[in-house]
């Protein structure tokens, strides 16, 4: 048995330890969200935070990530700055890689909120996005990026 923290949920998991968090995640846990692209580490459309980092779960085995805290954005809270500017700015097309893209922008912008829109653009080109939607991810990234300041302490 294999135990995961996933959205704050303990789960006891049937797997073996080498399966790819992305099968546990999606056919264990029912967490669908979490898409299948390349499988091999370089789309990001599979991207899932561990411990608030980016982790492309297709490469990542379960048992690597025992003991911490993982993420989906069904665990994302629904006002995120992220998910609300997603929202507000309709930053999603087909919204294949979207779910891969919001967690990859909450984990750059939580390093760093004042990224320069060059750096924030380099930062979100790992994930692919066959409808173009990364001119529309920026400007989502701006708005978010100063909620984010404000909420700062
Ligand atoms: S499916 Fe994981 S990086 Fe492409
Ligand atoms: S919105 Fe369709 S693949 Fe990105």
Redesign the pocket.
């Known amino acids: 048995m294999i135990s995961l923290k996933v959205n704050g949920t303990v789960h006891e998991v049937d797997a073996d330890p080498g399966t790819p968090l992305l099968w546990v995640l999606r056919d264990n846990l029912g967490l669908t969200s979490v898409k299948y692209g390349c499988g091999e580490g370089m789309c990001g459309v599979c991207t899932v935070l561990v411990d608030g980092r980016a982790e492309r779960s297709c490469v990542t085995t379960v048992e690597s990530v025992q003991g911490s805290e993982i993420l989906t954005i069904e665990g994302l809270p629904a006002d995120h700055p992220v998910k609300a500017a997603w929202t507000e700015l309709q930053v999603?097309?087909?919204?294949?890689?979207?779910t891969g893209?919001m967690l990859q922008a909450v984990d750059v912008l939580t390093a760093r909120p004042d990224l320069p829109d060059g750096e924030m653009a380099a930062a979100m080109d790992s994930v692919?996005?066959?409808?173009g939607?990364h001119p529309r991810v920026i400007p989502a990234m701006r708005q978010a990026a100063g909620k984010m300041k404000e909420e700062k302490p």
């Open positions: 999603p097309q087909c919204g294949y890689c979207q893209m692919a996005c066959r409808c939607s």
